[in-house]
């Protein structure tokens, strides 16, 4: 079964505006932790924000945030006032339990338009 | 600081020939990682370390492939022989032990390009 569910395969978005990327996951684990990465065309995955099943607030790391809804099993990422470097495949991933690898989902596509 | 190193960033092989891809984690992490990318299959995981011994191999397609880590600052992953099939991305990624600093993030090497022709 799929762990981690990203649904959008290709996304634009306007320059300046905000853009979320939807990320649903399936675990049976009461532990575990969310991570988005971002991936542009040169290739390397970046790290860009976490959340742990038992944080109680959402995570926020500058221009990005993760709305954590745990009964839906949605990690969703918003990337508030789009740049034009912005544009990337972005990954949704899991860990669970004490296990350290992660799970990824396919990945979505964003395009900033100017 | 320096960032997980991976070594060649690009390789064009020809099919049956062996293929070395080279990984050095960042200093003090307890955790490697290797994973394959490619289109149809996305990122998989193929391997993990803890502290040099490997703890979970069950992603590693067949017995053409193999990774050692000899030592904290270095690991391997074989391919032999090289298939077409084989042409994707390989990213070493390394992680510190949760509840440290930057135990909540894996840390990826900028990923070694393999064709196989």
């Known amino acids: 079964a799929q762990k981690i569910t990203q649904t959008q395969p290709g996304m634009f978005v306007q320059e300046k505006e905000a853009v979320t990327l939807d990320c649903t996951y399936d675990?049976?684990?009461?532990?575990?932790?969310l991570f988005w990465y971002k991936q542009p065309s040169s290739g390397e995955m970046i790290f860009l924000i976490y959340?742990?099943?038992?944080?109680?607030q959402n995570a926020t790391e500058g221009r990005y945030s993760l709305n954590f809804q745990k009964a839906r099993k949605s990690a969703n990422l918003v990337i508030s006032a789009s740049q034009l470097g912005d544009s990337a495949m972005y990954f949704c991933a899991m860990r669970e339990g004490i296990d350290y690898k992660l799970s990824f989902g396919a990945g979505t596509t964003v395009t900033v338009r100017a | 600081d320096a960032g997980v190193i991976q070594s060649p960033r690009h390789e064009v092989t020809e099919m049956g020939q062996e293929v070395t891809l080279r990984c050095k984690p960042i200093s003090g992490h307890d955790y490697l990682f290797w994973y394959r990318q490619t289109m149809m299959r996305g990122l998989e995981l193929l391997i993990y370390?803890?502290?040099?011994?490997?703890?979970?191999d069950s992603g590693m397609p067949e017995d053409r492939f193999s990774a050692k880590m000899p030592n904290a600052s270095f690991s391997t992953l074989k391919i032999q022989p090289s298939e077409p099939r084989d042409s994707a991305v390989y990213f070493c990624?390394?992680?510190?032990?949760?509840?440290?600093?930057?135990?909540?993030?894996?840390?990826f090497g900028e990923g070694s390009w393999l064709t196989v022709v």
């Open positions: 675990t049976s684990d009461p532990s575990y932790g």
């Open positions: 370390f803890n502290n040099n011994v490997p703890i979970d």
């Open positions: 990624a390394s992680s510190p032990l949760r509840g440290s600093k930057g135990g909540n993030t894996i840390y």
């Open positions: 959340q742990g099943s038992y944080d109680q």
